[in-house]
């Protein structure tokens, strides 16, 4: 069973940045989809941001575009997000998802999930 945890997150302010990074237990294929989604308190989870393994084909949400960075590292398995400019409405729960096709942006085409971590911004 493969199993995804996530590090990083915490508290952080308005303009800053905080790095949030998720790992495999299993093996990623190149046609897998690496993904991260949130969830705010009342919300439903909304995609972030996404990564095709094998190319390196990366999507965001327009909300987080040209603030938050997704990329990998191959050899440790892991998926990470560089977040900049927080700002207060980034804070949520940040869940990170794996898929089994490339270019996945939808959370029910996500086969596995991390146990989610808390990202709050104050202002």
């Known amino acids: 069973q493969v199993q995804l945890v996530e590090e990083g997150g915490g508290l952080g302010q308005a303009g800053g940045s905080l790095r949030l990074s998720c790992a495999s237990s299993?093996?990623?294929?190149?046609?897998?989809?690496m993904g991260w989604f949130r969830q705010a308190p009342g919300k439903e989870r909304e995609f972030v941001s996404s990564i095709t393994w094998g190319d390196g084909t990366t999507t965001y949400a327009d909300s987080v575009k040209g603030r938050f960075t997704i990329s990998r590292d191959n050899a440790k398995n892991t998926v990470l997000l560089q977040m900049h400019s927080l700002k207060p409405e980034d804070t949520a729960v940040y869940y990170c998802a794996m898929g089994r096709h490339a270019a996945l942006t939808m959370a029910g085409d996500f086969a596995w999930w991390g146990q989610g971590t808390q990202v709050t911004v104050s202002s």
């Open positions: 299993g093996d990623i294929f190149a046609a897998y989809s």
